[in-house]
């Protein structure tokens, strides 16, 4: 929702300002540099990225239209799942794990948000499988700290991808004004008010490739970036849950080690969580 408001105050500031001044808008439908700008843009994108980073980039930049998956709702539904987990393993023991790695959605241990957020439930999944198999707990911190950086590796590829095309927008931008200008000298001998359009439409190119790559790009790959920080701050919050049930520690004292992971904005109070955790009892 944000994003869609920033863009309408992109466009409407800087289209304001130019009409406001006396400028007509009609000078800047230039579809031919429209087509030069998006053309380059568009198979450089192809040419320096792998068909996995195109997808995730295309994927990420549209889910920036959406809500974040991490809100406080969310990390709450964490804390319960956790909770949930600890007391089914005082109570039945790791061995009672075993149909719940396996099928998930069968049991009432992860709430609807958790179940929704495929990439996190496998991570939980996985790793409480080698829980049951009675993996030493240094390694199984190994084992995740290690699958952290892989995701939050490959989830930077789209974003760099992303950054690329936005940080040459205006060079792509340059290059449909530079054809404007040939086609300007080639037309040399036209009167100089055919001359004027003609320079003012190769100068669209160079107002189009800056205000793509500042007003539009830019803004989306750093939301994507601040959206896969909080993946993975996610991800950490479940590592924790995952050591906790591994140690064996008390329900209560599971929940308030994820609890203490999650990021300060997004993070509930003690009472939020305790009124959670009575509720989820009753």
């Known amino acids: ?18 009409i406001g001044a006396g400028g007509h808008v009609g000078v800047l439908v230039q579809p031919f ?14 040419a320096g990225n792998s068909m996995a980073v195109i997808k995730g980039a295309i994927g990420g930049a549209t889910g920036t239209l959406k809500g974040a998956k991490q809100n406080k709702e969310f990390y709450l539904d964490l804390i319960l799942s956790f909770y949930a987990l600890s007391q089914k393993i ?35 999944c996985d790793n409480l499988r080698l829980v049951v198999t009675g993996i030493e707990e240094n390694q199984l911190e190994d084992i995740m700290d290690a699958a952290l950086e892989v995701h939050h590796h490959d ?20 290059v449909a004004a530079v054809m404007g200008v040939v086609h300007t000298m080639e037309s040399i001998s036209l009167p100089p008010a055919e001359l004027g359009k003609l320079i003012a439409a190769a100068l669209v190119g160079t107002f189009l490739g800056i205000l793509l790559s500042y007003g539009f790009i830019g803004p989306v790959a750093g939301l994507m970036e601040e959206r896969l920080e909080g993946e993975g701050n996610a991800f950490k919050c479940a590592q924790k849950g995952v050591l906790c049930c591994a140690k064996g520690i008390a329900p209560a004292m599971t929940a308030e080690f994820v609890r203490s992971m999650i990021t300060s904005h997004m993070r509930p109070s003690f009472a939020e969580m305790d009124a959670q955790l009575k509720a989820a009892k009753g």
């Open 1 to 18: 929702m944000f994003v869609i408001i920033g863009y309408v105050l992109v466009l409407g500031s800087v289209l304001g300002g130019f």
């Open 33 to 46: 540099e429209v087509i030069i700008i998006f053309g380059a843009a568009g198979g450089a994108f192809l």
């Open 90 to 124: 005082r109570k039945e023991g790791l061995l009672s794990l075993e149909d719940l790695v396996e099928n998930p959605g069968n049991d009432t241990i992860f709430t609807p948000r958790v179940l929704a957020d495929h990439h996190l439930l496998e991570f939980i």
């Open 155 to 174: 989830g930077n590829g789209p974003i760099k991808a992303i950054q690329r095309i936005g940080d040459g927008m205006p060079a792509f931008g340059i």
